[in-house]
């Protein structure tokens, strides 16, 4: 049998379209000094260890983050910055707050608040109004949850307000002590489209080829056509975070 002429081309994991993860790394990447330290977790928020984002340094296990970010504030002078899951957060990330909190270790916890466990299924955890059999349940809120085992420093921010989301984290990395930044947006899977106002277009006339949609943000929605940069109209939800990006305001909503 013949091998084919035209082979796939590689397609690594990458972040949804519209995933409120993606703008919480790329705004935390425009703040967060050179050197920073990201120790992460298991979930989705893992693909941020892909270009062009790479901000996943350390990974042992789930609930693993708080821990390794302890450790290396205390080795090191260098800023550091941890990423855990909503649903990791109520697992298995609370015995590591509550060392960090104890000890004072100086590192900023992101805890990327999606309302649900989106890598395996979309299971609910206690930050839901619901129950795992759809019943009326007591939500818990994680800045509630974190300021009951003594961090003083809390933020709540939404990923795709990008300039309040940088300002939340530069306070927090200015804080001397263990701080924690909510960044809460619904997974962009149960969000449905008709939430939104419909996709974006780039007006090729205005856009520079800057590239920093592909090579920085790294939506998977953008893509090149020749010499042109697009958005595929299939993928894009509607999120807008790109209109932030995009220095040349290049990037339009597509009419309808």
């Known amino acids: 049998m ?15 379209p519209g995933c409120p993860h993606g703008a919480t790394y790329y705004a935390i990447k425009q703040v967060a000094p050179e050197g920073t330290i ?16 790479e901000m996943a340094d350390f990974l042992l296990c789930m609930g693993s983050n708080v821990g390794t970010a302890c450790g290396f504030s205390y080795a090191t002078d260098q800023k550091v910055i941890s990423f855990m899951g909503d649903s990791t957060f109520f697992h298995a990330g609370l015995p590591g707050i509550v060392n960090a909190v104890h000890h004072n ?3 900023v916890i992101a805890v990327l608040d999606n309302r649900t466990t989106a890598m395996t299924g979309h299971q609910p955890h206690p930050g839901p109004e619901y129950d795992g059999m759809g019943n009326e349940a007591i939500m818990l809120k994680v800045e509630d949850v974190v300021k009951g085992l003594g961090v003083q420093h809390i ?17 927090a990395l200015n804080y001397k002590g263990t701080s924690v930044v909510v960044s ?6 149960i969000l449905p489209k008709s ?39 299939t993928l894009c939800n509607g999120c807008g975070v790109c209109t932030q990006v995009c220095e040349a305001n290049a990037i339009r909503r597509r009419k309808k």
């Open 184 to 189: 809460k947006a619904p997974c962009a899977l």
């Open 38 to 53: 990201y120790p992460t977790d298991i979930g989705c928020y893992t693909l941020g260890k892909a270009p062009p984002l």
């Open 195 to 233: 939430v939104t106002e419909g996709s974006f277009e780039i007006d090729q006339e205005k856009c520079t080829k800057c590239n920093v949609c592909i090579e920085k943000f790294g939506c998977p929605a953008f893509y090149r056509d020749g010499d042109q940069i697009k958005i595929d109209e």
């Open 155 to 171: 933020e709540v921010v939404n990923p795709n307000n990008l300039k309040k989301t940088m300002e939340a984290f530069k306070r």
């Open 105 to 107: 270790h100086d590192c």
């Open 2 to 16: 013949k091998e084919p002429s035209v082979h796939a081309p590689p397609r690594p994991p990458v972040m949804c």
